[in-house]
């Protein structure tokens, strides 16, 4: 499955921003999510969803970003509210089986979000 992420950049602390990943035949995919990776730090969960509606979050985003996904643009979304200096990462679409397995599945080529204090 290829994965391409788009919509990273430049934000400034208690922005929003949102991020973009398209995939071909999206709800052929039982779940996607987003990943990230802080210089130093391990890559994390930020966010994930299933084609059942499920949802999980890294606790650091609960209650500021949201994920979703479109199935008539084949696209996974990340909507990213109050943006802090921390959530500065380079971001990765995956796509996989299951939420709980998603990281041994495919992977986009990751994307730089940067939020400035």
């Known amino acids: 499955v290829r994965l391409v992420e788009s919509g990273g950049g430049l934000v400034q602390a208690g922005g929003s921003h949102r991020l973009s990943c398209s995939a071909r035949?999206?709800?052929?995919?039982?779940?996607m999510g987003w990943y990230r990776q802080a210089p130093g730090k391990e890559r994390e969960l930020v966010a994930a969803i299933d084609t059942h509606g499920s949802v999980d979050y890294a606790d650091a985003v609960k209650g500021r970003f949201t994920i979703s996904r479109d199935s008539s643009k084949n696209t996974l979304y990340l909507q990213m509210n109050s943006l802090k200096p921390e959530d500065t990462a380079i971001y990765y679409c995956?796509?996989?089986?299951?939420?709980?397995?998603?990281?041994?599945?495919?992977w986009g080529q990751g994307i730089q979000v940067t939020v400035s204090s």
């Open positions: 035949n999206i709800d052929s995919i039982p779940a």
């Open positions: 995956a796509g996989g089986l299951a939420i709980a397995t998603l990281s041994a599945g495919s």
